[in-house]
């Protein structure tokens, strides 16, 4: 049996430290906004190289509060890109906004800066472009996004940049890391990434003082002081349970991501030649592997070959967004996002995690041969 994930293995390494740091909290007795968060925010934003972090319950809200903080509401649009989790759109329907989708780079499967900009010029030359208010790329699979390009447009177009760096804490885009480039950048800390929490937790990050006051207001029912509420705010905030694990688990971060990469290179250097597309690295780039996809025509097959040697895969995501029963309504079709449309049937995420043993990755690697052989052979 090879597991598609193990956390425990990783838990085991930590156990002493993450036992102090919980015990920490419980001694104090202050478990919301305390200590434990304000630090790890601090802690958090100076390890991406920004000014400012704000702790909040989960990815999906720090994506919601971030676009609630710079003014995004009803009847404005978000672009964004089909192949992500549902969480980067519902976000934008959330705040009473519509997400428009563009098609991804054939390469790294993140938002194309071409097919960026073909949509906001078609948008403009029907007069409707002034609807679209910020653009929304996401750092998918721990690979970020082409953000000069992306930053470049979105200023000619005078549109804020807000990253979702869910999956790729750590990651490079030249020198600086996902998150600093954009007028705010999100985190989630679901226990699964690449610093994850053991629960629900995200965090949103700003070098603009008054984003971050105004984040700080929204996560916390818009309270400045002891009920006294500036503005209508919500309940969202990071545990300092959680908090008082990450910071230990941050200390790691870089490690862990090394492992991944050394890893993920390891992986291709065994499935190759196996006839599956492995994932790429982009020039400038440092790719943090959150997940190891690799592509292949017959994805389904191989899926199910795979199940009965006892190697667990997940489909990182078998339906792009729009075509969601969810989001019916905005009438996209397979056509209007041909990359998407092609690599959301060819797509499968190996097991891979820091900790995998590497016998586990050969034992993968060798049964996705074996696939190859044998279809070879028909």
């Known amino acids: 049996m090879v597991p598609f994930l193990d956390l425990t293995r990783q838990y085991k390494k930590i156990k002493k430290e993450i036992l102090t740091a919980t015990q920490r909290v419980y001694e104090k007795g202050h478990f919301i906004l305390g200590e434990e968060v304000s630090t790890f925010e601090k802690e958090f934003s100076h390890y991406c190289g920004v000014r400012y972090g704000v702790g909040v319950g989960s990815g999906t809200d720090a994506l919601y509060l971030a676009m609630k903080a710079v003014g995004i509401g009803e009847g404005d649009e978000v672009v964004t890109v089909a192949n992500s989790f549902i969480a980067t759109a519902l976000a934008i329907s959330f705040i009473g906004a519509r997400p428009l989708f563009v098609d991804i780079d054939p390469k790294t499967y993140t938002m194309d800066p071409n097919c960026l900009e073909l949509l906001l010029k078609r948008q403009k030359a029907k007069s409707i472009g002034r609807k679209i208010k910020a653009v929304l790329p996401v750092h998918l699979f721990g690979h970020p996004a082409e953000m000069d390009s992306i930053m470049e447009i979105a200023s000619r177009y005078d549109l804020i940049v807000i990253e979702d ?21 999100c985190f989630s800390f679901y226990p699964t ?92 780039i440092r790719h943090v592997f959150h997940l190891y996809s690799i592509k292949t025509r017959k994805r389904d097959s191989l899926q199910a070959f795979l199940k009965k040697k006892g190697i667990e895969t997940l489909i990182h995501y078998p339906i792009p967004i729009p075509l969601q029963k969810a989001y019916r309504e905005l009438g996209v079709r397979r056509e209007d996002l041909p990359l998407t449309n092609q690599w959301s049937r060819k797509i499968l995420s190996l097991p891979f995690f820091p900790e995998m043993k590497e016998s586990e990755m050969e034992e993968v690697a060798q049964q996705i041969k074996n696939y190859s052989m044998g279809n070879r052979n028909r």
């Not at 990651?171 to 996902?178: M, S, T």
């Not at 700003?206 to 700080?216: C, I, V």
């Not at 908090?243 to 490690?255: E, G, H, N, S």
């Open 193 to 284: 990434k690449n610093l994850g929490g053991y629960g629900d937790g995200g965090m949103v990050l700003t070098d603009h003082k008054k984003f971050g006051q105004k984040l700080r207001l929204l996560r916390c029912y818009g309270e400045r002081k002891k009920y006294q509420h500036i503005v209508k705010g919500h309940n969202s905030r990071l545990d300092e349970i959680q908090a008082a694990i990450l910071r230990v688990k941050l200390k790691y971060l870089d490690q862990w991501n090394e492992e991944r990469r050394r890893k993920a290179k390891l992986y291709t250097q065994m499935l190759n030649p196996s006839g599956v597309i492995c994932p790429i690295e982009k020039k400038g």
């Open 165 to 185: 760096a869910c999956q790729a804490h750590g990651a490079k885009y030249g020198r600086k890391k996902v998150g600093s480039f954009g007028a705010m950048g």
